[in-house]
């Protein structure tokens, strides 16, 4: 095997794992958006649809990490392309991780639907868009090598933490009001509490894009306007 086509295949294993990654990342928006669709529409079997999905987020971790564990052992690659890939293992887990918190969405959602509505729900579908936007562009930061996109992505964190605070309080007063909200209320707060963690998540891969591109850890900084 000649040098040349050695280099080549190489850089395609490379290019597949951000293939897969992208693959992964449109996997969990979906189950994201199917979740939260599920709660709007009071769809209980839509939601169960995304708890089954998981298989498929499950599998397509195993197949990144093995991919990348191949990568390291094989190519033995050094400098650039061994942070990328290191990264890419991390990015992985994010994901994965993102898709489960998906599944608890798709539960509490199962659950929701069998009580009467509290309120109209405006917050939490603006908490979903905002963190699927951000599991979209830290991917497309990463894939693209855009420090900007990567920072934008940091700064829209506090966007959903200040929503999830919101709707702490707003359900907070629902609850002192009438106790019988309770536990209506903290299945909605579990909901808004999972949509800020995923968002944590997102913004856990771009911290990592922002590695990968500059060399700086910047995991544990607070990123700035």
């Known amino acids: 095997m000649t040098k040349s086509h050695t280099s080549s295949r190489y850089e395609r294993e490379l290019r597949e794992v951000k293939e897969k990654l992208i693959v992964q990342a449109t996997t969990t928006e979906k189950a994201i958006e199917g979740s939260i669709r599920a709660l709007l529409d009071r769809d209980s079997e839509r939601a169960r649809e995304v708890v089954a999905g998981d298989e498929e987020i499950d599998a397509l971790d195993i197949d990144i990490e093995e991919r990348c564990i191949r990568l390291l052992a094989l ?3 050094a400098a650039r392309d061994l942070r990328f890939i290191t990264t890419a293992i991390k990015i992985n887990g994010h994901l994965e991780r993102i898709g489960d918190m998906a599944v608890k969405i798709a539960e509490k959602a199962v659950m929701l ?5 509290l309120k109209p729900y405006i917050d939490i579908p603006r ?10 562009e830290s991917i497309d930061s990463f894939v693209r090598d855009d420090l900007a996109l990567a920072n934008k992505v940091r700064l829209d964190d506090e966007k959903v933490d200040q929503l999830n605070e919101q709707i702490f309080r707003e359900l907070f007063t629902f609850m002192v009001q009438d106790p019988r909200t309770i536990h209506t209320a903290l299945l909605i707060m579990q909901i808004s509490k999972t949509l800020e963690r995923i968002s944590d998540h997102a913004k856990g891969i771009a911290d990592m894009v922002v ?3 500059t060399g700086k850890t910047v995991r544990h900084e607070t990123p700035e306007m």
């Open 75 to 77: 190519r033995q690659p």
């Open 127 to 136: 908490m979903a868009d905002i963190a699927c936007g951000m599991i979209h």
């Open 211 to 213: 590695y990968i591109i």
């Open 113 to 117: 639907n069998e009580l009467p509505q």
